[in-house]
């Protein structure tokens, strides 16, 4: 009889120790992103712990599922997605298979990023099949606009403060400290793509109207005819008459596309290619969300520069 | 190793061993008519179904992209028996090998011409096994137990069309007829099947446990067994593997696939050798 006490206590201690193996402190918190992730430990502090899903060096549209992931998603306390159908191909799956109650869209520890940011390309009035690829919810690389950076990180933090109110103080600190720390970044990232205001790029994928905008830059043309749709000839032909006539030099690509037709275009044009990183962690450089910029920025502008200067 | 893990991934083990059973058999019957790339190329013609829908304006998810896509399945089925009818000396697995390729590349086409939902739409026709849900669980093996029921009701006269169909059509039977039935029932399960598992995955489930089983034996019953038990095992061991090594599932599966079917050939001069000291390997080599 003692025995079996003694046994179902060790099991039920077990059982505990378990279903709890990361202790009771800190709130989990798992993003799409690392961009999402570096937003939510500026703002958590130690008082979360943090996990992307996706790394920065893939495609976010198309990710391959792991079983972690679904391990991941089960135990969060608190889900941060892009949204915008970003992740529409793989993310509802996981919510779904994670059966994880607190964390499904809708519920309160589901935090679509994108909801207080400033979205482009949204199609204004009636959506027709003439107007071509039109995304229904607007462009969702927007967070690479450092603006939209800060409000996704007031998003986090009045998310965190709903669910853990007694670090309300706290995450807000955090807040103000990263708020001030992007500013500061921000007066030198104007500062140092000033001097290319009006530029005219063309870009692989459109990932990157939120960042051109942000630094003045236009973006006149793209290597895919359509997102998700390989280079036609055509198309391709089509821009590089476009460029010549205009005289654009630069291409920026994703780090997660074929090279050959932007630098044959760059070829044709006497133009260069240029990989960006879309995300933190997409280069090694990039390692939180105001690194992402400084690498970006700092490339950009160099590369720029040289062109400028044949 | 945290077990907890594999509270998740029953649906997708499930699923797995579902696949598993019917392919394993069909693969018997593709291994042995010599249409090893049937399967791919159905699959894509089922996509080009699907695609056409959705360039036609159906949403995702739409019933009519379902109904478009097994049409077209239907449509290659019968393209393919009717292949196997003429008497022309085009191998049909040139055919095969064609209508895979320009139907991979009319699927191109018609996502460039369509607006929306391209970038999504090859989410939608190639799936990952790892994102299974139970209700495509339950409908799957629903739809594929009443494909093995018919399979198994006609189960002599499908064989003996695909080992020596010259011989059923001398008896006055129409080998197009059954072709088709073949071919289109083949077509059900392989467009189902890539939906959920993907392309990768769903061919190997096809052939590497009846190539495997042709390293170990010569009849079909021990064969299908031998098949059937690699099919589990893989699926259960790769399932595990993926998950210890945190690696995507279908591609694990798949490698896990290969290692299992070079173990198996190394192995095979003692299986071998053993059944021949026994007197079974001629018994059944004569059957053949």
Known sequence: ?310 | MDWTIFQFLVAPIVASLIIAGIHAYLGLHVVERGVIFVDLSLAQIASLGAAIAVWYGYEAGAPAIYWMSLAFTLLGAFVFAMIKGQDAHIPQEAIIGISYAVASAAVILTMSKASGEAEHLKDMLVGNILSVQWPEVWLTGAIYLAIGIFHWVFRKRFLEISIDAKAVAARGISVRFWDFLFYASFGLVVTRSVAIAGVLLVFCYLIVPSVGAMLWATRIGPRLAIGWVMGVLVSILGMYFSVVLDLPTGATIVCTFGVALIVMALLRPLVVRRAAQSGVIQAHGAVR
């Open chain 1, 1 to 310: 009889m003692r025995l079996l006490t003694r046994t179902l206590m060790v099991a039920a201690l077990v059982t505990v120790a378990l279903a709890r193996p990361q202790g009771f402190a800190a709130l989990k918190v798992v993003t799409t992103t690392e961009d999402l992730a570096s937003l939510a430990r500026e703002v958590g502090g130690d008082k979360v712990q943090v996990d992307a899903l996706a790394k920065g060096y893939q495609d976010p549209h198309f990710v391959d599922p792991k079983p972690s992931f679904i391990l991941q998603v089960s135990r969060a306390d608190l889900l941060i997605a892009v949204g915008r159908e970003l992740e529409i191909g793989w993310l509802p799956p996981l919510i779904t298979s994670s059966r994880n109650a607190k964390i499904q869209p809708g519920a309160s520890g589901y935090l679509d990023a994108s909801q207080n940011v400033r979205i482009l390309e949204i199609p204004s009035g009636q959506i027709t099949r003439a107007m071509g690829d039109v995304h229904p919810s607007g462009n969702p690389h927007y967070w690479l606009d450092p603006d939209n950076g800060r409000k996704i990180a007031a998003s986090i933090r009045d998310k965190l403060s709903e669910m853990s109110p007694n670090d309300k103080a706290y995450f807000a600190q955090r807040y103000n400290d990263f708020d001030q720390k992007l500013a500061e970044a921000q007066k030198r990232w104007d500062a140092t793509m000033a001097p290319f205001k009006g530029t005219k790029i063309v870009t692989y994928h459109r990932s990157w109207p939120n960042f051109m905008e942000r630094f003045g830059l236009d973006v006149m043309g793209y290597v895919e005819p359509k997102p998700g749709i390989p280079p036609s000839p055509s198309h391709t032909l089509e821009l590089i008459a476009e460029m010549k006539r205009l005289g654009v030099k630069l291409i920026v690509v994703e780090p997660y596309f074929d090279l050959k037709t932007p630098q044959a275009i760059a070829n044709q044009v006497g133009g260069k290619v240029l990989i960006l990183a879309p995300s933190v962690g997409g280069e090694k450089e990039a390692t939180d969300y105001i690194h992402l910029f400084d690498y970006d920025v700092n490339l950009l502008a160099s590369t720029l520069k040289q062109l400028g200067g044949k």
